[in-house]
């Protein structure tokens, strides 16, 4: 309860605003679940979130923080917090999310890109890499969110390990460093000590990475604030030290980490009351730390960056100190691996020379410069003036929010494609495009996914150097993420996008023929069903290789599958395949491979059906007859036909009578050439099994009832052993009487 004492309030018309976001976050989350994404009602409530947005930023953008069992916006709360608050808080930290920064450009779209994640299992989401890690694919800039591992923060561990935990997560929810009094002065011992103190910031620059350049710097002042907060509140005297331990520590920062603090250091997020935090730390680096900074960047990125460029030059303005701090550096770096490389030498030519004359003029004209300069004194000037009309406004804004950013993006990586032609290079392009799409498969952004995949695909075709990397590229992305969203994308997908699925899987290559088997065994829609198997079934020869591994899968589902692609690519190849399928213990399996025989219509298929009849027994047997007794399809009439002809090799009378009557039922030339056979034709030593299977093919023949068929009968009538005669004029008096 103390703890939640400190927590400030929101203004009544403040809290009105959260709670109408809060429940138009609701609203829309609700729609996004459960409707298609053309069904009005995601539009409606989509748009009602983005006014609510637009409302609850007119000041800037707004920052919620996830606490138990609270919401906080800008570190306070609603005295009395609305339910959809509640719900919106469970939600968050569901996925992790410690923070959400929203932005005034947060726009319809953004929100539902964001709300179709959240509406995922937090398992799924932690499967496909993280919510941070989707919403770095899927999101923009419009949405900013921090996730932290709570398993970890709330882990029971002693000593400082858990105690640097507890300031790095706390330090990551920002902008209000929320310890005790007791973690604080665990802080303040760890500041004390310089290696502890560069360990806990590497920790927190590291921890910081998803978040981006903006997120780590954002961490490291939320830190720096509230451990100078707490310092001057408690022991002023010790504020200068603590600064100058800060500043010895800063020298493992990365140039990235460092320009992004200066950048801020004119800025209200870097001040704690009247102490501006970054100008109090890099005024007390010593040329130790800086000299540090300066070789740890050069000896991480191997040469000097644009970036450390600027930064050297805002910590060291002075000409003199700079060749004496880059002579220490140069030291430091010669020590490293870096420095027993022969090239060092002309490599540290170039540092110095950059470091210490970096100048962007070489980049831009010199008028553009001034503009850009002129721009950056004038920042708030042109703000304030504002005299652009609203849709001027509006249409700048559309070519920067998330949906423009997205598109170029993917164009960027087409063009590169495009206009690599060195083709190691390409190769790396390549591979970049394609994790980039499976990146995009994973948060359901497939239309994307498939036009960058295409991309390869057409781009390695101009060329045959680029070939083989293009297909080394499209088979990784094949045993990614895409298999697993497939059938669901198939579902909805027309023609021609199906079209252009097949052509990516066929160049994906036969490692996707038994993934894509198994979806389709899982899959109940009968239009995505059909779709999967013409797919497979473009494989050819190669198609059927790869199915006939799948006929020994634990899985039933997937042996049936399997069964019932051989069917479908025909041929004699494979009938082998299909004979252990025939005892199989599961039924629907049996099912498909009798099918997959009888569709198959040849004499070799025939003989194995009569094989498998004939050897088998128990439930087996019965369930194989069962099987052809109740196929109706007219392509059944070659597997009874070769029945009849073989009856002396076992076929049992129930097999027999079977197969003449659905003879009977579809006729036929070669139905009537099988009964006319199986008519004259009978065993010795049988004579009342003979005699009642040439009255079933007589029946048959009747049942038939065209003129060739009675031919048959009348012929049989006259000539022939006194058997067939009477048989024959039975079912003749039947028909005229």
């Not at 730390?289 to 303005?317: H, K, N, Y």
């Not at 290559?509 to 009968?526: C, F, H, M, N």
């Amino acid at each position: 309860m103390a703890e939640a004492a400190k927590i400030p309030t929101l203004p009544p018309d403040t809290a009105a605003a959260f709670a109408e976001f809060a429940r138009a976050c609701k609203a829309a989350a609700r729609a996004v679940a459960l409707y298609p994404g053309t069904h009005p009602a995601i539009g409606v409530s989509l748009g009602r979130l983005a006014q609510a947005t637009t409302r609850l930023a007119e000041k800037g953008a707004f920052r919620l923080q996830v606490r138990t069992g609270v919401l906080l916006l800008d570190g306070a709360a609603a005295a009395r917090p609305d339910p959809a608050i509640g719900e919106l808080a469970e939600v968050l930290s569901r996925h992790t999310i410690g923070a959400l920064t929203v932005n005034a450009a947060a726009d319809a779209e953004s929100w539902r890109t964001l709300l179709l994640l959240l509406a995922r299992t937090p398992e799924e989401v932690r499967a496909d890499g993280g919510i941070a890690h989707l919403w770095a694919t899927a999101g923009g800039p419009s949405l900013e969110l921090v996730e932290i591992d709570y398993a970890e923060v709330l882990r029971e561990k002693q000593g400082e390990a858990a105690t640097i935990e507890q300031v790095i997560a706390a330090a990551l929810a920002g902008p209000q460093l929320q310890l005790d009094d007791s973690t604080f002065e665990a802080l303040l011992r760890i500041a004390g000590d310089p290696e502890k103190l560069q360990q806990l910031l590497t920790q927190l620059e590291e921890a910081a990475a998803k978040a981006g350049p903006e997120g780590k710097a954002a961490a490291v002042l939320t830190l720096l604030r509230g451990l100078v907060e707490y310092v001057a509140r408690t022991r002023p005297d010790q504020l200068d030290n603590i600064f100058k331990q800060v500043g010895r520590a800063a020298g493992a920062f990365s140039a990235e980490m460092m320009s992004e603090l200066l950048a801020h250091a004119d800025k209200p997020d870097a001040m704690a009351g009247t102490t501006n935090v970054v100008r109090a730390m890099t005024t007390r680096m010593t040329d130790a730390s800086i000299a540090e900074f300066v070789s740890g960047s050069v000896i991480a990125e191997r040469g000097a960056t644009g970036r450390l460029a600027t930064a050297f030059q805002a910590l060291v303005p002075q000409g003199d100190r700079q060749r004496q701090l880059l002579a220490l550096a140069e030291q430091q770096a010669a020590a490293s691996e870096l420095g027993q490389e022969a090239s060092f030498e002309e490599l540290w030519d170039r540092v110095e020379g950059m470091l210490t004359s970096y100048s962007d003029e070489n980049f831009v004209s010199g008028a553009y410069g001034r503009e850009l300069s002129n721009a950056h004194d004038r920042a708030v000037e042109v703000e304030r003036i504002a005299d652009d009309p609203p849709e001027r406004v509006a249409a700048w804004v559309a070519t920067v929010n998330d949906t423009a950013l997205h598109t170029l993006d993917d164009q960027l990586l087409t063009d590169l494609l495009v206009i690599e032609k060195d083709p190691p290079r390409w190769r790396d392009v390549a591979q970049t495009v394609v994790t980039h799409a499976d990146d995009l498969i994973r948060v359901g952004q497939i239309g994307r996914a498939w036009q960058l995949a295409e991309g390869v695909l057409d781009q390695g075709d101009l060329s045959e150097d680029r070939k083989p990397h293009a297909r080394s590229a499209l088979e990784e992305f094949g045993r990614g993420s895409v298999m697993k969203h497939v059938a669901t994308y198939l579902r909805s997908a027309n023609d021609e996008a199906v079209a252009k699925f097949q052509r990516l899987a066929l160049a994906m290559g036969t490692a996707v023929i038994v993934p894509l088997a198994e979806v389709l065994s899982a899959e109940q829609d009968a239009r995505t069903r059909r779709r999967l198997r013409d797919v497979l079934l473009a494989f050819g020869a190669q198609g059927r290789e790869s199915v006939q591994k799948l006929m020994n899968a634990p899985n039933w589902e997937v042996r049936r599958t399997a069964a019932f692609l051989l069917r479908e690519f025909g041929g004699s190849e494979g009938l082998k395949e299909l004979i252990p399928l025939l005892s199989d213990s599961e039924p629907l399996v049996q099912r498909e491979a009798v099918q997959g025989l009888v569709m198959n219509g040849s004499d070799e298929a025939s003989a194995m059906l009569l094989r498998a009849v004939t050897t088998a027994s128990g439930r087996t047997r019965e369930t194989l007859i069962a099987e052809l007794m109740s196929i109706r399809d007219e392509r059944v009439v070659p597997v009874f036909a070769y029945f009849l002809r073989h009856m002396d090799q076992g076929v049992t009378e129930k097999i027999f009578s079977g197969a003449a009557d659905a003879l009977g039922t579809h006729g036929g030339p070669e139905a009537i050439d099988a009964l006319k056979y199986a008519l004259h034709h009978g065993v010795w030593w049988a004579p009342f099994r003979t005699r009642r299977q040439r009255a079933a093919a007589a029946a048959a023949l009747a049942k038939i009832g065209s003129a060739p068929a009675l031919d048959a009968l009348r012929a049989a009538s006259t000539r022939g052993p006194r058997g067939v005669r009477t048989v024959a004029r039975t079912e003749l008096a039947r028909l005229e009487g």
